[in-house]
């Protein structure tokens, strides 16, 4: 996806192989999805806590939820996992760069099992968009550059996925 664009040149890291003191030089970080738990990740939560004040971040899906937990967020396990789901994404925030030319009600795909639980979101992250079940889908930190995205805009079923990350390499 990032590769389509066409707008940055890119480094792809294992997450167990990542050292933070060595991510210099780069305008981004994407932290890409995976399986398991932040906590079961490599060294992505030191890297979102090394990095976040001086280089923008976006997490998707296991990004996201690590982006949650480095900031004091619980997660919560769905009682119906969300794999190869379709919703409609809603938008809480139309300031949201990512979401820049997004109209509110595109169709996400899902492919999760854990959600940030809303009732431990610490006031410094702010919910940018919702599904249509008022689930925790986007999240952005109040004064740092990072952001998070519980779905996945690479998927087919996100209609807006490429514009999203357009967005956001512009922003860098």
């Not at 939820?65 to 996992?81: D, K, N, S, Y």
């Not at 820049?100 to 809303?118: F, K, L």
Request: with cysteine; glycine share 10%.
């Amino acid at each position: 996806m990032v590769e389509e664009n066409g707008h940055c040149m890119y480094d792809i890291v294992r997450n167990d192989c990542i050292i933070p003191e060595y991510i210099t030089g780069y305008k981004g970080i994407l932290l890409s999805p995976g399986p398991g738990l932040p906590g079961e990740a490599g060294k992505l939560c030191r890297l979102i806590e090394e990095t976040y004040r001086h280089t923008p971040i976006l997490g998707i899906c296991l990004g996201h939820q690590a982006i949650a937990e480095v900031f004091g967020a619980r997660l919560t396990r769905l009682t119906q996992p969300l794999h190869g789901h379709r919703s409609p994404l809603f938008i809480t925030d139309p300031e949201e760069v990512l979401f820049r030319d997004v109209e509110d009600g595109s169709p996400i795909g899902h492919y999760h099992s854990w959600i940030i639980d809303r009732e431990s979101c610490p006031e410094e992250l702010l919910t940018t968009a919702v599904d249509d079940k008022g689930l925790i889908m986007a999240i952005r930190h109040r004064c740092y550059p990072v952001r998070g995205l519980q779905f996945h805009p690479e998927s087919i079923m996100t209609v807006a996925g490429i514009k999203m990350i357009e967005n956001w390499i512009t922003s860098l």
